[in-house]
């Protein structure tokens, strides 16, 4: 089956949002690589989890932020005209039911349509504007520190998915995916990552 | 095959010409409502002014902050950064802040210079909010002071003025627009958990913008400024925050 343009596009879109969203999280983490649970923690405080990184303050968390808004803005608008595309052209279930398995089909939905979300959800809780119209955004889940460290976690699974993605895509035939992804080119092979 | 190539283009034309009216009719309507926020400049700013212009809209009805019961103060309260050094600000120091006074001037009709006795004997507000540092890190305080509004009210600010200013004693000056600085819980505040405000908490007095990330919420507080353009203060981005590389507005 032939990858839409549709599909192409907001694929490689989402690539790059992707790739920002990651470099400027981490640059964003290192001002302050401890993470705590509830509403509050600071250095002198009990933490949840100290990670092995070092405490970086060079002013990256600075072009972090601007990179990461930017980026996210990217992937939320072209993440939503990828769902709307995806629900309106049946791309979820006809085209996925024929091409992939059902352990890849859950895994892909469970990006989409959780930790996607989840991502932005606990975005927004970490954000005192947002939360001041709803506050259950942040309430919901324990507090502000605990929506950072979920924000963290569910960045994880998806740097995980993505690991598994590459990895999949490569041992199926790299060059034959990549040129399928990007010209439309359709592939012999019936494997698909 | 040549059918389906001129079609795209037309459609692709059709999506271009209305994209760039869309933009500019976008940004006509975003400039009169005060929707771009001053360090618009540049790639990152279309990400700056869509979080700004989204988050403007949605809190237009002055939303409140959380608060939080005593019970939920926290037990650590870190700063970043030393008192000003300079020896205005240290002769204040030593002498108990006796001749401090706030100068407020600018785009009002009657400019003030307010002595601590006389802003502990305006109305008060005490808050119990959270304050998130941007690196990362938080905690919960009770803050006690005069709601901005009155000052802004006593110095009967003029219909033009779009942003107040803040200058402290050192060079971390920022500004606010309107809508932030006429919220119920942005505050002058001079006392920190129920005690005189802590010096490396900025006395003699502070900023409290809890909508917003702490580095919003100025220290050593000299003079408030009301203006109607932020262009010609120091390179006109709003604040010294984007001149460091960090965000003016931090509703994040």
Redesign the interface.
């Known amino acids: 089956m032939r990858h839409t343009l549709f599909v192409r596009a907001t694929h490689w879109i989402h690539t790059a949002g992707f790739v920002a969203l990651a470099v400027s999280g981490v640059a964003i983490l290192l001002a302050h690589p401890r993470l705590y649970w509830g509403e509050t923690g600071s250095v002198g405080t009990g933490s949840l989890l100290d990670l092995p990184l070092p405490f970086v303050l060079v002013g990256q968390s600075g072009w972090g932020r601007y990179l990461h808004f930017l980026s996210a803005w990217v992937c939320v608008i072209n993440g939503s005209l990828y769902a709307v595309f995806g629900l309106s052209t049946r791309h979820f279930g006809q085209n996925m039911a024929q091409n992939y398995n059902v352990l890849q089909r859950l895994t892909y939905l469970v990006v989409v349509f959780a930790l996607f979300p989840l991502m932005l959800w606990t975005g927004f809780a970490m954000s005192p504007a947002l939360t001041s119209v709803f506050p259950a955004l942040v309430t919901i889940l324990g507090g502000q520190q605990s929506a950072r460290t979920i924000h963290f976690f569910a960045a994880g699974a998806l740097m995980l998915f993505l690991l598994v993605h590459i990895t999949m895509v490569y041992r199926t035939g790299f060059a034959k995916h990549l040129r399928a992804m990007t010209t439309g080119h359709v592939a012999s092979g019936k494997e698909r990552a | 095959m040549s059918r389906v190539l001129s079609r795209r283009r037309l459609i692709t034309a059709g999506f271009g010409v209305a994209g760039v009216s869309g933009l500019a009719a976008a940004n006509r309507i975003a400039s009169r409502y005060g929707l771009i926020p001053p360090d618009h400049g540049g790639?990152?700013g279309?990400?700056?002014t869509?979080?700004y212009a989204s988050?403007r809209i949605?809190?237009s009805h002055h939303?409140?902050?959380?608060e939080?019961n005593r019970s939920?103060i926290?037990?650590?309260f870190?700063v970043n950064g030393d008192p000003p050094q300079n020896p205005a600000y240290q002769r204040l120091l030593r002498q108990g802040f006796a001749s401090w006074r706030l100068v407020v001037d600018g785009l009002v009709s009657n400019p003030l210079s307010i002595s601590m006795a006389e802003l502990k004997r305006y109305p008060s507000r005490t808050q119990i909010t959270?304050q998130?540092?941007?690196?990362?890190?938080?905690?919960?305080a009770e803050w006690t002071g005069v709601p901005l509004s009155h000052i802004l009210n006593l110095a009967r600010v003029l219909p033009q003025g779009r942003y107040v200013v803040f200058f402290p004693f050192d060079e971390s000056w920022d500004s606010l627009d309107m809508l932030e600085a006429w919220h119920p819980q942005t505050l002058l505040a001079y006392a920190m958990n129920g005690q005189e405000l802590p010096t490396p908490h900025g006395a003699p007095l502070r900023l409290r913008v809890?909508?917003?990330?702490g580095y919003k919420s100025v220290k050593y507080l000299s003079r408030i400024t009301v203006t109607d353009t932020l262009k010609n203060i120091g390179k006109g981005l709003g604040s010294v925050s984007p001149e460091?590389?960090?965000?003016w507005y931090a509703?994040?």
């Open positions: 790639i990152y279309i990400g700056e869509l979080t988050q949605l809190m939303s409140l902050a959380r939080f939920q926290s037990n650590v870190p959270h998130a540092c941007e690196e990362g890190w938080s905690f919960i809890p909508r917003q990330l460091w590389g960090y965000s509703g994040i």
